[in-house]
């Protein structure tokens, strides 16, 4: 059968998945230009192979907007706060579209100085982190960036949750090798992968978190339902968890973790924290050119054996959908039904 799709999958552009998705946001109260950079993520998330960070969320998105936790129409504003600092307050709407009103500034702040920092504060953020940094890596830019989320993650030692899943990611040009990818959860997985098992019905590695009682446990529903993640690698992952709290919340001006209640909005989905954004111009660095030497880095991990880089799976399989992107019959007929108003 080679590369046909199954039964049950439709394969649909993603230009025209996107006007879907954004037609949805839109219908919920989101401005069109916050809507649009939305399904842009979502979209490029599921093309990608990123699924408990794309379509998925959709549903997240329609339950925070219509519990008026988060505000699709906000505006954010830019704050000068240094030659190498810029501040966004994003009003309590979408980091992705502070994000967008800041990057170009931001990117001009960083090859002037060589180095510049991005804090935003009053934010929602429910997505992937690599989009977020990729397009600095496309403009020869470091980039690395950081954003705590809701209470959910056990530090190591403690006896209840007091951190979120806290994910760091960081885009870096990688000369002939392209760019080098990653995106992580300082949690054993991320939370979107504990509610697809959930929804799928299918178990986690023994251990990814503990039960209500604090028992540990691979059974997402427990996990969901009083239960909490724990740390990858015990006090190691637990401490740069710390430090993505720390700065994200600490120097950043965004909630802490535990800082919000959502209590009053039932159904909200999107952590109202903050996130920071370090970039950095390798050309004004010494030495050899960056370029090479990260080649030079990819040379001896291939010598070594490895044979998947970081980001490149989602890369090699952007490139063989080539703006193609499969999806569930049932989910797609549902999404253009929220795009109609015909599905509430």
């Known amino acids: 059968m080679g590369n046909r799709p199954a039964e049950d999958t439709a394969i649909i552009s993603e230009t025209e998945l996107r006007g879907i998705v954004a037609q949805i946001l839109?219908?919920?109260?989101?401005?069109?230009?916050?809507?649009?950079?939305?399904?842009?993520?979502?979209?490029?998330?599921?093309?990608?192979?990123?699924?408990?960070?794309?379509?998925?969320?959709?549903?997240?998105?329609?339950?925070?907007?219509?519990?008026?936790?988060?505000?699709?129409?906000?505006?954010?504003?830019?704050e000068d706060k240094a030659p190498g600092c810029l501040a966004v307050d994003a009003k309590n709407g979408f980091t992705q579209i502070a994000l967008d009103l800041a990057r170009e500034e931001f990117t001009a702040r960083i090859r002037q100085n060589g180095i510049a920092l991005l804090l935003i504060r009053n934010s929602h953020h429910l997505a992937a982190l690599w989009p977020d940094v990729e397009p600095f890596a496309e403009e020869g830019l470091i980039a690395l960036s950081m954003i705590n989320s809701m209470t959910c993650s056990v530090p190591q030692g403690a006896k209840k949750p007091v951190f979120g899943t806290n994910p760091f990611a960081l885009a870096a040009p990688a000369g002939k090798e392209g760019m080098l990818v990653f995106d992580m959860a300082t949690t054993t997985t991320a939370h979107g992968d504990v509610q697809v098992a959930r929804r799928e019905g299918h178990m986690l590695p023994p251990g990814t978190g503990v039960d209500r009682d604090g028992n540990p446990t691979g059974d997402p529903a427990k996990i969901l339902d009083g239960g909490a993640l724990v740390p990858f690698g015990g006090h190691k992952g637990s401490l740069i968890s710390l430090m993505?709290?720390?700065?994200?919340?600490?120097?950043?001006?965004?909630?802490f973790s535990w800082e919000f209640d959502w209590s009053g909005h039932p159904g909200a989905a999107t952590p109202h924290t903050g996130q920071i954004f370090i970039g950095i111009d390798p050309s004004k660095a010494g030495g050899l050119p960056f370029g090479m030497r990260a080649e030079t880095l990819v040379e001896k991990l291939r010598e070594a054996g490895l044979s998947h880089l970081p980001g490149r799976r989602r890369h090699d399989l952007r490139a063989a959908r080539a703006g193609q992107v499969p999806v569930a019959a049932a989910r797609l007929a549902h999404l253009r039904d929220l795009a109609e108003g015909r599905a509430g």
């Open 244 to 255: 993505v709290e720390l700065l994200c919340a600490g120097l950043g001006g965004g909630h």
């Open 26 to 78: 839109e219908r919920n109260g989101c401005r069109s230009e916050v809507a649009e950079i939305l399904a842009a993520n979502c979209v490029g998330a599921e093309r990608d192979g990123s699924v408990s960070h794309g379509l998925f969320r959709v549903e997240g998105y329609i339950a925070s907007l219509r519990s008026g936790w988060v505000d699709g129409a906000a505006v954010p504003v830019l």
